[in-house]
């Protein structure tokens, strides 16, 4: 009897197909940086995916950085037709709490071949360097007694058999 090929469930993603983490490389250094349109844009999906409006949206970061931000300011950081609009590093860190939208780190450090991971990801990849650590450790262990050899050790003040 011929065997059917085994089916995942449907509610189960198939761990081959899944990318955990992106690997990516640095960029070429002397490019130029085109990251204001991109973070604008970006920060326009997060407004509009996030489900409190501009206006508390506005006032949260008003209330993180003590200093007024209006809905309207928001939409003119957002806009993307207005890139003489960027908004300041102190601002873009309250954008990113009030909105909750944490990936917006990962866009700004991909070009430089980096990856932001949370939480979970962190710990699995620490997990994952250690394992590395733990088989490199291993192969040197093994080397050093292959060297070793058959061979006794001679402990200073007594003779070898």
Known sequence: MARLPRRTP????????LEFFPVRRPLE???P???SLR???AMGRALKECPDSA??????ISEMTGRELTPDALYTYTAPGKPEHDMGITRFI?????????????????DDGLVVLEGREARLA?????EQQRINIEKQLD???????DQPVALKGRATR
């Open 126 to 130: 620490q997990i994952g360097a250690l």
């Open 143 to 149: 080397e050093a007694r292959r060297d070793l050899g």
């Open 55 to 60: 206006a508390i949206i506005a006032a949260r």
């Open 29 to 31: 250094a002397g490019r």
């Open 33 to 35: 940086l085109d990251l």
């Open 10 to 17: 449907p509610q189960q993603p198939d761990l081959f197909e």
């Open 39 to 41: 973070v604008k844009t």
């Open 94 to 110: 309250a954008f990113v709490r009030a909105t909750r939208a944490l990936w917006l780190w990962d866009l700004l450090v991909e």
